[in-house]
């Protein structure tokens, strides 16, 4: 099974977050400022040996190369960041390439969002545009990627290049540049490129073309939030939510004897039950219920890619406004990727599996070693591979 991590590249400066976040602004800045908004809110998150590390350190590539090879991770799949001609974050993944010593499969997503402040701000002020171009572009950004389409460590489908697209559908000009893309492909001795796409947002156009992809990555896990809110979540919070404040104005009509004499203290510990305990704004969901999402889907087409998630909590970027999985641990990692690898053999047929995330810190999603878990999720990792017959 081919377990591959999405790569997060933000963990060295450029001018550019200089700029928009602070001299010297990386990922860690966000993950070090993290604070635990209620009892038992596992932040902040710290690497094991409080290893912040600098990307642009190629031994520090070498290292998590090494850490996931033992623990049985497939390969990469580094996170590409360009916008018209401009690149961000590129140089981990162009050292990679270069040091082709460090052997290990990977392949590239193009993120092709436009830049925001939306970490900060609900008004989402662009930072960098993203703009699509015409053929002239087009075949610029090609060149750009074909030596990584050409190193022998790529990840190929049938032959061919994997390249996932982050959202398609803000992509207008998307049929002829993917066209174009495969043209360029043979013009440059390769059989063809694989197209692969990733958010929930085009899976769900009802009206969308997606001829040129073989395959829909069912990025988790926000393919689970959109079943959870079909199936009915976000309705079921606003009844619970009435029923609290019907409890409580019934509650306050009432005497202090009556209370004393007819409830006693059984009716406010059932209220605080009820209420919600966390800041106003914060979206705490549970994990296993998350995860039984994820299991309970079926691929929707041929196409379908399981994916899996190690955690989830954005507050480190977001703060109030984010969202916390509560109730994580490598033991229930471990039991749901089982079953997850499982499924993807018999329900998907498929020899693929995406996994969020290798090093998302500052979501909550990260395999790597930290200081209250150590290497726990890494061989919850292996555990669950080799249960599924996995050689690691």
Request: hydrophobic share 35%.
């Amino acid at each position: 099974m081919k377990t591959i991590a999405f790569y997060l590249p933000q963990f060295h400066a450029i001018p550019e977050n200089d700029e928009w976040w602070g001299k010297g602004f990386t990922e860690w800045v966000n993950v070090k400022k993290a604070e635990p908004l209620y009892d038992g809110h596992y932040q902040p998150r710290v690497p094991l040996g409080e290893k912040y590390y600098n990307l642009l350190d190629i031994d520090v590539m070498k290292w998590q190369v090494s850490l996931a090879k033992e623990y049985g991770l497939y390969g990469f799949c580094f996170y590409h960041y360009w916008f018209g001609g401009h690149k961000l974050l590129e140089k981990p993944v162009d050292a990679f390439l270069e040091h082709t010593e460090i052997d290990f499969p990977f392949c590239l997503c193009w993120a092709n969002e436009a830049w925001t402040n939306a970490w900060v701000s609900s008004k989402n002020k662009v930072l960098i545009e993203q703009n699509y171009g015409a053929q002239q572009e087009w075949k610029e950004h090609f060149e750009y990627l074909l030596p990584f389409f050409k190193d022998k460590r790529y990840i190929r489908c049938d032959g061919k290049p994997l390249m996932v697209i982050y959202r398609p559908e803000l992509i207008d000009c998307l049929n002829d540049m993917l066209d174009c893309w495969q043209q360029l492909a043979k013009e440059n001795g390769l059989d063809g490129l694989t197209f692969a796409y990733q958010q929930v947002f085009f899976a769900e156009e009802k009206s969308k073309d997606d001829s040129r992809f073989t395959y829909q990555i069912e990025y988790q896990p926000s393919y689970a939030w959109r079943d959870m809110e079909k199936g009915g979540y976000k309705f079921l919070s606003k009844c619970k939510k009435k029923l609290i404040t019907g409890m409580e104005n019934r509650w306050n009509k009432l005497s202090e004897s009556s209370k004393q004499k007819m409830w006693g203290r059984t009716f406010e510990s059932v209220l605080d039950r009820l209420r919600d305990v966390h800041p106003q704004g914060l979206t705490v969901q549970d994990y296993d219920m998350v995860w039984k999402t994820v299991l309970n889907r079926k691929p929707t087409n041929e196409k379908s890619v399981p994916g899996a998630f190690v955690d989830w909590d954005n507050t480190p970027r977001r703060h109030q406004s984010g969202r916390v999985f509560e109730g994580a641990s490598p033991e229930k990692f471990e039991k749901y990727m089982t079953i997850q690898i499982r499924r993807a053999k018999e329900v998907y047929h498929k020899d693929m599996l995406f996994l969020f995330a290798w090093n998302e810190w500052a979501e909550g999603g990260y395999m790597e070693p930290d200081e209250k878990y150590g290497h726990a999720y890494l061989e919850a990792l292996r555990n669950a591979l080799k249960a599924n017959g996995e050689d690691c």
